[in-house]
């Protein structure tokens, strides 16, 4: 995933080794890797992405389920949160290519946004198959860390294990206490480049956490300032005051994928979302002091618990 990972485990059953763990924990990433990986070639999504348009392509649960849960995201969001939007985020220069001399013209946004779209991914369940009925190209970057977290976290239930913080990434799970015996305390960052400060201390447990902001991915072109994440509605890069947003949810899968979404949709937009679906939803806006915090319904226990 290009990332790195963090586990805490508290109270470990007899007869568990750490090595044994290490080694399952690493096969299990390795196996989310190889479904839903764009950086190696053979992967199943990069396998699916090179597959005929109108091809119906039988996949593996896994991936499936994650597709599934982007496509739910995708509709709640009303296009905010898009697995395609590769070829727009690659013309803007955030992908593997380097940043461009010049802003992309209207001519070749235009017609990125004419194949750009999950409204192209048709797919069933059971037996698990997705169809392209246009070029796109899907690229989970935006939820597959959740996913791996969720999978990490499954993997140390089944081993008997029920105190534990996973975090890939920045994206994490808790479950139960911490080695102090009390809920795990997160810190959600000041969004700034170093990412050292924390603004506000939250307990969680038995939930995912993720987080996204555009306040370390951007360069300036003319003395405008184009950060990497790309609203596929229009285009183009983010424009709204919005810095950061994290979301607690029960999986963080639907964590990662909401932040996401909601990063794109702005506050307004974002906060109304997550107020009309009860979501637990941290916000950080920018204003000419600072940062202006606003928090859905659902999160304001998790500050009470602090207080």
Same mark, same amino acid.
């Given at each position: 995933?290009?990332?790195?990972?963090?586990?805490?485990?508290?109270?470990?059953?007899?007869? +568990?080794?750490?090595?044994?763990?290490?080694?399952? +924990?690493?096969?299990?990433?390795? /196996?989310?890797? /190889?479904? =839903?990986? *764009?950086?190696?070639?053979?992967?199943?999504?990069?396998?699916?992405?090179?597959?005929?348009?109108?091809?119906?392509?039988?996949?593996?649960?896994?991936?499936?389920?994650?597709?599934?849960?982007?496509?739910?995201?995708?509709?709640?969001?009303?296009?905010?949160?898009?697995?395609?939007?590769?070829?727009?985020?690659?013309?803007?220069?955030?992908?593997?290519?380097?940043?461009?001399?010049?802003?992309?013209?209207?001519?070749?946004?235009?017609?990125?946004?004419?194949?750009?779209?999950?409204?192209?991914?048709?797919? *069933? $369940?059971?037996?698990?198959?997705?169809?392209?009925?246009?070029?796109?190209?899907?690229?989970?970057?935006?939820?597959?860390?959740?996913?791996?977290?969720?999978?990490?976290?499954?993997?140390?239930? /089944? /081993?008997?294990? $029920?105190?534990?913080?996973?975090?890939? #990434?920045?994206?994490?799970?808790?479950?139960?206490?911490?080695?102090? #015996?009390?809920?795990?305390?997160?810190?959600?960052?000041?969004?700034?480049? +170093?990412?050292?400060?924390?603004?506000?201390?939250?307990?969680?447990?038995?939930?995912?956490?993720?987080?996204?902001?555009?306040?370390?991915?951007?360069?300036?072109?003319?003395?405008?300032?184009?950060?990497?994440?790309?609203?596929? $509605?229009?285009?183009?890069?983010?424009?709204?005051?919005?810095?950061?947003? *994290?979301?607690?949810?029960?999986?963080?899968?639907?964590?990662?994928?909401?932040? *996401?979404?909601?990063?794109?949709?702005?506050?307004?937009? #974002? =906060?109304?979302?997550?107020?009309?679906?009860?979501?637990?939803?941290?916000?950080?806006?920018?204003?000419?002091?600072?940062?202006?915090?606003?928090?859905?319904?659902?999160?304001?226990?998790?500050?009470? $618990?602090?207080?």
């Amino acid at each position: 995933m290009g990332t790195s990972y963090h586990i805490t485990v508290v109270d470990v059953p007899q007869g +568990i080794e750490r090595s044994k763990l290490q080694t399952l +924990i690493d096969s299990e990433l390795h /196996q989310v890797n /190889q479904a =839903m990986s *764009t950086y190696i070639d053979n992967s199943e999504l990069m396998r699916f992405n090179r597959s005929p348009v109108g091809k119906v392509i039988p996949v593996s649960t896994p991936l499936a389920e994650v597709v599934e849960m982007s496509l739910d995201i995708y509709r709640r969001s009303n296009g905010a949160f898009e697995v395609t939007v590769g070829p727009l985020v690659n013309l803007w220069g955030f992908g593997p290519k380097p940043e461009p001399e010049w802003i992309p013209s209207e001519v070749d946004i235009a017609r990125l946004q004419q194949i750009v779209g999950s409204d192209a991914l048709k797919m *069933t $369940r059971e037996p698990d198959t997705i169809t392209r009925e246009r070029p796109v190209e899907i690229d989970l970057s935006a939820i597959a860390k959740g996913h791996g977290v969720d999978r990490v976290a499954q993997l140390l239930e /089944q /081993q008997g294990i $029920r105190n534990y913080l996973v975090e890939i #990434g920045g994206e994490l799970r808790t479950l139960g206490v911490n080695p102090k #015996g009390r809920l795990w305390r997160i810190g959600i960052e000041v969004p700034d480049s +170093i990412g050292q400060t924390v603004q506000r201390p939250i307990d969680v447990s038995g939930k995912g956490v993720a987080t996204s902001g555009d306040y370390r991915n951007y360069y300036e072109r003319g003395g405008v300032r184009y950060a990497h994440s790309i609203d596929p $509605r229009t285009g183009r890069p983010l424009k709204h005051r919005l810095a950061s947003v *994290t979301v607690v949810a029960d999986t963080c899968t639907e964590a990662d994928g909401l932040a *996401t979404a909601l990063n794109v949709l702005g506050a307004q937009a #974002g =906060m109304a979302l997550a107020e009309r679906e009860n979501l637990a939803v941290f916000m950080l806006v920018k204003t000419d002091r600072g940062f202006e915090e606003r928090y859905s319904t659902a999160f304001a226990p998790y500050l009470e $618990r602090i207080e």
